[in-house]
C-alpha cells in the first residue's frame, strides 16, 4: 500500500507554519526526526508521480569496471 494512501488529514487541529523562505523552511525541518522527514519525502514522491510504486520502482545500478595500473 503506498504511504499517500494510508495519509489522512486531521481537520481538528490545523496548524500553520509559514516557510516562505529557505532559512524558516530550514528550521521547520530541523524540528522533525529523520523518520518524518523521509516519510515527508516519500509522500511527496508519491504525490509528483501517481504512478509510483515503491515496491517496484527502483533506481538503476550502474556499474563500471575499471582496471587500475596495478
Known amino acids: ?4 494512501d494510508q495519509i489522512k488529514m486531521l481537520r481538528t487541529t490545523p496548524s500553520l507554519v509559514k516557510t516562505d523562505t529557505p532559512a524558516n523552511a530550514n528550521a521547520y525541518w530541523q524540528t522533525k526526526s ?6 515527508a519525502l516519500e509522500l511527496t514522491r508519491e504525490a509528483l508521480n501517481p504512478g509510483y510504486d515503491p515496491d517496484t520502482s527502483r533506481i538503476a545500478r550502474v556499474l563500471e569496471v ?3 595500473p596495478y
Do not use: F, Q
Open 34 to 39: 529523520m523518520e518524518e522527514r523521509l516519510e
Open 66 to 68: 575499471v582496471k587500475g
Open 1 to 4: 500500500m503506498a504511504l499517500i
